[in-house]
């Protein structure tokens, strides 16, 4: 099983980043997949989640409105479209997966996840 997350970079206050979570080794349908994100010192913190079975979205309130989860199982892609980027949201963001799906109360706990993608930058920045 392997993860691997691309898409990130220096965008300015308001811009639009994609991140893409291609994974292999199983297929889409059977997984769940959670995206993180952390900063240095931080724990790191769900940002968003979509299940397999019918693709259920959950949010965390500082990202709500603002990006957007989503999949292809026909290139087992993943995706999260980030628009009005803020300086908060400056982070290495991740993305993880689980054969488990996940309750409304747990998504965003990240020791629920067997396994992670390596990382990808992201920097909102003037």
């Known amino acids: 099983v392997q993860l691997q997350a691309s898409g990130g970079g220096l965008v300015q206050p308001g811009g639009t980043l994609r991140l893409s979570c291609v994974v292999s080794?199983?297929?889409?349908?059977?997984?769940?997949i959670g995206w993180f994100r952390q900063v240095p010192g931080k724990e790191r913190e769900g940002v968003s989640y979509i299940r397999s079975s019918d693709s259920r979205t959950f949010y965390a309130d500082s990202v709500k409105g603002r990006f957007t989860i989503s999949r292809d199982n026909a290139v087992n892609t993943v995706y999260l479209q980030m628009n009005a980027l803020k300086p908060e949201d400056t982070a290495v963001y991740y993305c993880?997966?689980?054969?488990?799906?996940?309750?409304?109360?747990?998504?965003?706990?990240?020791?629920?996840?067997?396994?992670w993608g390596q990382g990808t930058q992201v920097t909102v920045s003037s």
């Open positions: 080794g199983f297929s889409l349908d059977s997984y769940v």
């Open positions: 993880a997966a689980d054969s488990v799906p996940k309750r409304l109360g747990s998504w965003y706990s990240a020791r629920l996840y067997d396994y």
